[in-house]
């Protein structure tokens, strides 16, 4: 994965908190609250899935700083992310 590509993993889960505002006007207007109520359900059920995904991957390499370990892994020698160079 690039620099780019990082960096644009980590906007998109920062943007679920700026853009929930204006997702939930529109839900309100277009499928009232039972749309809401469903979509937000649905919406957690596979972010659980997705959780629990990446906790079965991190536990199957157990390090200290999983998240800098893998950064590394990905994208070796680049100082930038926390990776000492070649």
Known sequence: ??????LGMSFCNIG???GMSSAFQT???SGGPLGLFWG??????????VALS???I???YPTM??????????K????MLGCESP
């Open 16 to 18: 679920i908190l700026t």
């Open 1 to 6: 994965m690039s620099l780019f590509g990082v």
């Open 40 to 49: 937000w359900n649905i919406c957690c059920f596979f972010m659980f899935l």
């Open 27 to 29: 839900g309100l207007f």
């Open 54 to 56: 990446f906790a079965e």
């Open 65 to 74: 700083g999983g998240l800098y370990f893998w950064v590394c892994k990905m």
């Open 58 to 60: 991190c536990s199957s």
């Open 76 to 79: 070796p020698g680049s100082p």
